[in-house]
C-alpha cells in the first residue's frame, strides 16, 4: 500500500459535504482490510472497529473528514450557463478561470469563465466577483443542458493530482483526504500490534458546513477519548508564524481550551520519546475542526487535534507534504498502543 | 488531433522553440524550403504553379506566459506576467515551470485567514507568488532561475456539445490552420510564417512580412469573444458558434476593405459560417504585415475563443472548421480568380511605376 497512491485516490474521489455516500462506499472498501467491522451509516459516517484483546477496556476514536467542500446548481440558463452556490467555505477570488465537474445525470465538463476586464461595469472594476454572479459554461445549449443537470446537482473542483518538488503533493479536497489517507497509514502500522483497547476509526461527514457526522456519530460511539485528525494552514508568504506551520516538520499538535491537556502532554512525549517531529499551534477557542463538536458530545469526549499542515486550503491546488502524512500517523499509532491503564492516567484530569 | 497537440506545447512570447520544433517536423514534407529567421519566425515557403505574386499566411507560435523574476528567502517563486493577462484569474492556478515542466502553483491566502478587507481586495501580479516545493532560495534558484519561462497547466478536453478548452488556443488554432493549407497547391507562392512574440507586441510579424514582402497577407487568429452572461450583445465582439470572424478594424489595423469583402463573399458561396468582428479592441499580426514596405493588403480570419488569455480558453470545434475551411477555398478562389489576381496585378505595377 503506497501512500502516495492511496492520497492520489482518495483526493479523487467526490464528496462535496452532505453528498458523502458515494465517496464513503468506497472509504469503507478501502479499511475493509484492516478492521473488524465497518459500516456506514445513515449521515454516510463510515466507522470501522478494530477490536482490542480486553473486552472490557477502553474506546479511543480516530476521526478524519472525507467531505470536501463545492457547490450545487441553482439555476440553468437558456444558453446554457449555470449559477452555483457553494457549499462549505470557497474564497470567490480562485474561482475565475476553475474548472469544475458537474454531477448529473452523467458528469460533464464545467468552466468558470471571466468577463473580459475591458467589458466589467465600471463598479465592480477592482473588486472581487460574488459566486452568485459566476457562470458556469457548460457548452450545451440550455435545453440539452437541462436533460442532464438539474436545480440542486452537485458541482466539485476539477483538480490534477500531481507531485510537486519529489515529497509533495498538490491537488484537490487534502482537506481533509489527507487525514483519511492518514487513517489507513494508521492501521498499517498498527496491524501487528497487538492493542488493548477497542480502536474506533471514523471517516465522518458534512464537517465543511454542520459538522453533523461526528456530532452523530460520537453519540453513537461514546468513546473514552478522540482523536481528530484534520488539516491546517502551511506557511505562506502572507501568513504569520502563529497562524500557519511548516510543511514537513510534522502534525500540528493543538493546545487549548478546545484540546485535552494531559492528552496533549503525551502527545508532546510520544514525540520525542520516538524521534516523531511535531510543530505545536495555540488555538485560544474554537479549533475550527472536529475537535469543537467532539469534546462536548454526549457526556463529554477527551479530545487531541492533530493537523497536517497544507498550503492553500480551500482551493484546487492544495499542496502537502508526505512525510507530514507519516509523521501523523506514527504519532497517532503509538497513541493507540498504550494499554487501557496507561490511557486512563492520561485522561484523568 | 492537432490542435490538441499544439495546445499541450508551451512558448510563452520568447521561448518558442517547442513550438517552432514540433511544427518545423509537421510541414517538412508540404513546402520547398523552410527557413528559421533571426528572431525565431518560421518561413515556410511554397512555390507556386505561377509565382508571379506572394501571398503570406500568418499565425503566431508565441502564448501569453509568465516568467521567473525573483526568489524569496523561503524558496517561493516572484513572476512577471508575459502578455496581457487578466490578475484577477491567478489565485489557485497550476503553472508549469521551465524546460523541465516543475509543477507549480500560484498560492493565495486561505479564505479562513483572510480580514474583511482582504476579501474585498484583488491581488496584483506583484503581490503572488508561485510554489514550486522548494524550501529555501537556493533550492528555488536551483530548480528554476532567474527567466525561466512558466505556462499555464491546463489540459485540452473537449466538453459540452461541441466545445474545446485548452490553453493557448490564441494562436495555436492558427498555426494548425497554416499546417493544413500547407498541403495544397496554389497559382501564387505561398509563405507560411510561424511568427514569434506577437502577444508583446507584434514583433515576430514585423521582421517576417519585411523579409517576405508579400502582396497579400492573411492573418489567422483567436480572437476574443464575450458572448458570456453579465455582458450586453453589443458588446459580444463575436459569438462562439457562428463562425470565422472577420475583422474590419481593430486597435491595430483597419483591415484591406476589398479583401475582406472578397472573403466574405468566398464564405458565402461555399456555406462557410462567418461574422464580422462588432467590436474593434484587441488586435493582432495584421497591424504590422499592413505597414511593411510599401504596405501589404492585409486582412485576418479568426476563430472566436471566450476566456482568451487564461488557462481555459474554448472555442468550438465548429468554428475552428469555418476557419479553416475559409482560409483554404480563399486561397483557392485566390488561385482561380483572374479578377482578383488582375487587381493585385494593378497594384504590383504601380508599385513598379513608383519605383522607376
Known amino acids: ?349 | 488531433m492537432l490542435i490538441k497537440e499544439l495546445t499541450d506545447l508551451n512558448g510563452v512570447s520568447g521561448n518558442e522553440k517547442e513550438v517552432r520544433d514540433f511544427i518545423k517536423d509537421k510541414i517538412n514534407n508540404f513546402c520547398d524550403t523552410i527557413k528559421i529567421d533571426s528572431i525565431g519566425n518560421i518561413i515556410a515557403y511554397k512555390k507556386g504553379i505561377n509565382s508571379k505574386f506572394k501571398v503570406m499566411l500568418s499565425a503566431h507560435m508565441d502564448e501569453v506566459g509568465f516568467i521567473v523574476s525573483g526568489h524569496t528567502d523561503k524558496g517561493f517563486l516572484k513572476f512577471k506576467p508575459v502578455g496581457g493577462i487578466d490578475d484577477r484569474i491567478l489565485p489557485g492556478k497550476r503553472v508549469l515551470v521551465g524546460k523541465k515542466r516543475l509543477c507549480g502553483v500560484i498560492g493565495s491566502k486561505p479564505i479562513h485567514q483572510q480580514e474583511k478587507d482582504e476579501r474585498e481586495k484583488i491581488s496584483k501580479v506583484k503581490n503572488l507568488y508561485i510554489d514550486i516545493g522548494a524550501e529555501s532560495k537556493d533550492e528555488a534558484e536551483k530548480l528554476a532561475p532567474l527567466g525561466e519561462f512558466i505556462s499555464f497547466d491546463s489540459e485540452f478536453i473537449e466538453f459540452g456539445k461541441n466545445s474545446i478548452k485548452a490553453k493557448a488556443l490564441d494562436d495555436r488554432v492558427g498555426c494548425a490552420v497554416l499546417i493544413e493549407a500547407l498541403k495544397n497547391s496554389f497559382e501564387f507562392d505561398l509563405y507560411a510564417c510561424f511568427t514569434v512574440q506577437e502577444e508583446v507586441g507584434l514583433r515576430g510579424a514585423q521582421v517576417a512580412a519585411y523579409n517576405v514582402m508579400p502582396d497579400v497577407a492573411l492573418v489567422i487568429e483567436g480572437t476574443t469573444c464575450a458572448d458570456v452572461p453579465n455582458v450586453e450583445p453589443y458588446e459580444y465582439s463575436t459569438i462562439q458558434g457562428n463562425g470565422a470572424a472577420l475583422t474590419i478594424m481593430d486597435r491595430t489595423c483597419i483591415c484591406d476593405k476589398e479583401l475582406v469583402q472578397f472573403l466574405h463573399d468566398v464564405a458565402v458561396k461555399n456555406n462557410i459560417k462567418v461574422q464580422y468582428k462588432q467590436t474593434t479592441s484587441g488586435g493582432n499580426d495584421s497591424g504590422q504585415i499592413q505597414r511593411t514596405g510599401t504596405g501589404v493588403k492585409t486582412a485576418s480570419i479568426s476563430v472566436p475563443c471566450r476566456y482568451i488569455h487564461s488557462p481555459v480558453s474554448v472555442m468550438s470545434r465548429s468554428d475552428y472548421e469555418s476557419v479553416e475551411r475559409l482560409t483554404i477555398a480563399a486561397l483557392n478562389q485566390m488561385s482561380k480568380n483572374k479578377d482578383f489576381l488582375k487587381s493585385l496585378s494593378k497594384l504590383t505595377s504601380g508599385k513598379e511605376q513608383l519605383t522607376k
Not at chain 1, 508568504?237 to 493546545?255: A, F, H, N, R, V
Open chain 1, 1 to 349: 500500500m503506497n501512500i502516495i497512491k492511496n492520497l492520489e485516490y482518495l483526493s479523487e474521489l467526490i464528496g462535496v459535504a452532505g453528498f458523502e455516500e458515494n465517496a464513503a462506499e468506497k472509504v469503507a472498501e478501502l479499511f475493509k482490510d484492516y478492521c473488524d467491522t465497518v459500516k456506514v451509516d445513515k449521515f454516510f459516517n463510515v466507522i470501522c472497529l478494530k477490536k482490542g484483546y480486553n473486552k472490557s477496556a477502553k474506546k479511543l476514536m480516530i476521526t478524519a473528514h472525507i467531505d470536501e467542500i463545492g457547490f450545487l446548481v441553482n439555476s440553468i440558463d437558456e444558453k446554457g450557463f449555470l449559477g452555483i452556490t457553494n457549499v462549505g467555505g470557497i474564497d470567490s477570488k480562485i474561482l475565475l478561470a476553475q474548472e469544475v465537474i458537474i454531477h448529473g445525470r452523467q458528469d460533464i465538463i464545467g468552466i468558470i469563465g471571466a468577463t473580459p476586464p475591458h467589458l466589467l461595469k465600471p463598479e465592480d472594476v477592482g473588486k472581487p466577483i460574488k459566486i452568485r454572479d459566476l457562470r458556469v459554461d457548460t457548452g450545451f445549449e440550455g435545453v440539452e443542458l437541462k436533460k442532464v443537470v438539474s436545480i440542486g446537482d452537485t458541482v466539485s473542483f476539477k483538480s490534477k493530482f500531481s507531485i510537486m518538488n519529489d515529497l509533495k503533493a498538490s491537488g484537490k479536497s487534502f482537506d481533509n483526504r489527507a487525514s483519511v489517507a492518514c487513517l489507513l497509514e494508521i492501521l498499517r502500522y498498527l496491524r501487528e500490534v497487538n492493542h488493548e483497547n477497542d480502536i474506533i476509526l471514523v471517516a465522518s461527514t458534512q464537517e465543511e458546513t454542520t459538522v453533523v457526522g461526528v456530532t452523530t456519530a460520537s453519540y453513537a460511539i461514546r468513546p473514552d477519548a478522540a482523536i481528530v485528525i484534520d488539516t491546517s494552514h502551511g506557511d505562506i508568504p502572507d501568513l504569520s508564524k502563529d497562524y500557519s506551520s511548516t510543511p514537513g516538520k510534522g502534525p500540528e499538535i493543538s493546545i487549548g481550551p478546545n484540546l485535552h491537556p494531559k492528552m496533549v502532554t503525551k502527545f508532546f512525549e510520544l514525540g520525542r520519546e520516538n524521534g516523531i517531529s511535531f510543530q505545536k499551534m495555540v488555538e485560544a477557542g474554537d479549533t475550527g475542526t472536529e475537535a469543537w463538536a467532539t469534546q462536548v458530545s454526549a457526556s463529554g469526549i477527551p479530545t487531541a487535534l492533530l493537523s497536517i499542515p497544507i498550503r492553500y486550503m480551500h482551493t484546487a491546488v492544495e499542496t502537502v507534504n508526505i512525510e507530514d502524512i507519516k509523521y501523523t500517523a506514527r504519532l497517532v499509532a503509538e497513541f493507540a498502543k498504550m494499554n487501557s491503564e496507561e490511557l486512563v492516567e492520561v485522561l484523568c484530569l
